[in-house]
């Protein structure tokens, strides 16, 4: 058995997607492996929320979106974690992050008060993202960054084949992203589920990720980062305003920083 | 069924030896209110997190041609209101599920239409006026044992409803996207929510009337997201208002002597001032 074998693969043929007439993504190609790190970049408009809305059945697409499982992980349709970039949402809600985390695990109504099982489960994941003290916050009262950790800590607990965020960083300044990056990787390598990143920040992509999809309405390359995050094809799809450099490899991996579309 | 409820009234002549519990008027008028109110406050809470107060009045102005459907085709209005209020809250979810146009107007035009349907037939019938008063203002002291069953009827399926579908429920209330990629059934969970509100705004309706039916639903769950910080709180303490402001409010309505339906709405406001005082002064963080 080979190692390509071994691995699920969320394969997507031949995708398209249109919307009011318009085509927003056309014939893309891609394959997501488990235990691997995707990244996903492309200009502002690319298509890369209505790709991960595809992936998650949101929007009416033609072509296919296949998920191959190993063998030995038995059959069943994959399970897809989501963390979006913003979460619009009351912020008067009465709710605590344990209330969140029982509405999609347990039973019976939180009203009757959280099983022990989702106290565990969510006192659990929480520690993992390093938020374990915001058990008991109500979730309107979180900030940005501590509410994206709860929500990934939220992904992660149901045990994703495949997880998909959009832009995890965003909102969070560079020491928070930084951490959040290493501890993604941390988690990612321990559970072993495929990660889709979308990101505008190429110094988390070649930082963290095995593999790099261009997407600008259709592919415009992919393959392992190294390979793909040349000046050339930057400079192809952002249109020439990617100002690339390259870190001395200080840190013992050399990595490049974009400054795609003119923002920091 | 009946023989269930002169138990009933034999219990609470044992348990409440007050002057005010007396006539049986107002032994069907506490029982109607303790089994509408928990029910109708219940529902209230997601409610008042989806922004449905308009859409809760809206069913209940659906009333107005509720009933003159009801005289219309000879049949007991009680049923018509519920069955005209259940048609018109799955026709507003699936009109607004299908068009890019805001939800209030979407309730706004249903709402209007409704309104002048109903005035339209009454107008051209002689003497359905007075038959539509009771409805208008509602009065718990002339609730019937056949209208006190179905509001035990209701409240039971509210309480099985909201046992099965609450976590989904809240779940939609706090981002739609969110809880369809959570396997939140999102249409179904729409369309039942709103059939149930129906049923308990046309039973309230008994209660409070038409003009304040939206009040027995949202102003206890407004009232405890005043302080609740977590669902349970919250859910506890819109069923304890909604209990403690119908039962004050019908005590206090037998020794003013004013309408009960209104003095119940005006406890629970009470109570809605209150916890928004406390509010105010409770120190952020």
């Known amino acids: 058995m080979s ?43 690319a298509g890369k929320t209505t790709l991960l809305q ?45 209330d969140f985390f029982a509405l999609s695990q347990q039973r019976y109504p939180v009203f009757f008060g959280h099983s022990r099982r989702v106290r565990r489960s969510a006192q659990d994941s929480l520690d993992r993202a390093g938020v374990g003290h915001l058990l008991h916050r109500p979730l309107g009262r979180l900030s ?3 509410f994206q950790r709860v929500l990934f800590a939220l992904a992660v607990r149901d045990a994703p084949d495949i997880l998909l965020l959009d832009e995890p960083v965003s909102g969070v300044d560079v020491a928070g992203a930084e951490q ?35 997407l600008n309405r259709r592919i415009v390359c992919r393959g392992a980062t190294t390979e793909v995050l040349t000046p050339e094809n930057l400079a192809s799809m952002y249109g020439g305003e990617a100002h690339l450099f390259r870190h001395a490899p200080a840190d013992g991996h050399g990595h490049l920083h974009g400054l795609p579309e003119g923002k920091g | 069924m009946e023989g269930v409820l002169l138990h009933v009234f034999g219990l609470m002549e044992r348990l409440l030896p007050f002057s005010f519990a007396e006539p049986m008027f107002m032994k069907r008028a506490l029982l109607a209110l303790l089994l509408i109110a928990p029910a109708a406050a219940a529902v209230g809470v997601p409610l008042v997190q989806f922004r449905m107060a308009f859409f809760s009045d809206a069913i209940g102005h659906s009333a107005f ?53 109903g005035i339209a037939i009454i107008s051209s019938r002689k003497g359905l006026t007075r038959n539509l008063q009771s409805f208008l203002y509602g009065d718990p002291l002339a609730v019937s044992d056949a209208e006190l069953l179905w509001m035990a009827g209701l409240l039971f399926t509210v309480g099985v409803y909201l046992f ?18 959570k396997g939140v059934p999102v249409r179904a969970v729409e369309i039942s929510f709103s059939l149930i509100v129906a049923l308990v705004v046309t039973a309230a309706i008994n ?43 019908l005590i206090a309505s037998y020794y003013l002597d004013t309408a009960t339906g209104a003095t119940v709405v005006l406890a629970a406001a009470a109570c809605f001032f209150l916890t928004a005082l406390f509010r105010a002064l409770r120190p952020a963080g």
């Open chain 1, 3 to 45: 190692a390509e074998e071994r691995l699920h693969t969320l394969s997507i043929r031949n995708l398209s997607v249109r919307r009011g007439g318009v085509e927003i993504l056309a014939g893309v190609d891609a394959d997501i492996r488990c235990g691997e790190v995707t990244a996903l970049i492309g200009p502002n408009g």
């Open chain 1, 54 to 98: 595809a992936i998650l059945g949101q929007v009416p697409y033609t072509g296919e979106i296949r998920f191959c499982r190993a063998r030995e992980h038995g059959e069943g349709v994959p399970r897809i974690g989501y963390v979006p970039q913003q979460l619009p949402f009351d912020r008067d809600t009465p709710l605590s992050v344990l």
């Open chain 1, 144 to 146: 940005g960054g501590e």
């Open chain 1, 180 to 214: 959040f990056c290493d501890f993604l990787s941390q988690v990612q390598r321990s559970s072993k589920f495929g990660l889709l990143l979308v990101s505008h920040d190429l110094s988390v992509v070649t930082r963290h990720a095995d593999q790099v999809i261009c």
């Open chain 2, 65 to 117: 041609t509720g009933v003159a459907l009801g005289i219309l085709l000879g049949v007991s209005p009680s049923w018509t209101v519920a069955a005209f209020g259940a048609f018109v809250a799955v026709a507003i979810t699936l009109v607004k599920g299908h068009t890019d146009l805001s939800t209030d107007a979407v309730i706004g035009v249903f709402f209007s239409t409704v309104i002048a349907l």
């Open chain 2, 164 to 181: 099965f579908a609450y976590n989904r429920i809240l779940l939609l209330g706090v981002h739609e996207g969110f809880a369809r990629t």
């Open chain 2, 207 to 249: 209660a409070v009337g038409i003009l304040l039916v939206t009040a027995m639903l949202v102003i206890p769950a407004t009232a405890a997201r005043n302080v609740a910080r977590g669902a349970g709180t919250a859910f506890h303490l819109s069923v304890g208002i909604a209990l403690l402001s119908g039962i004050s409010g």
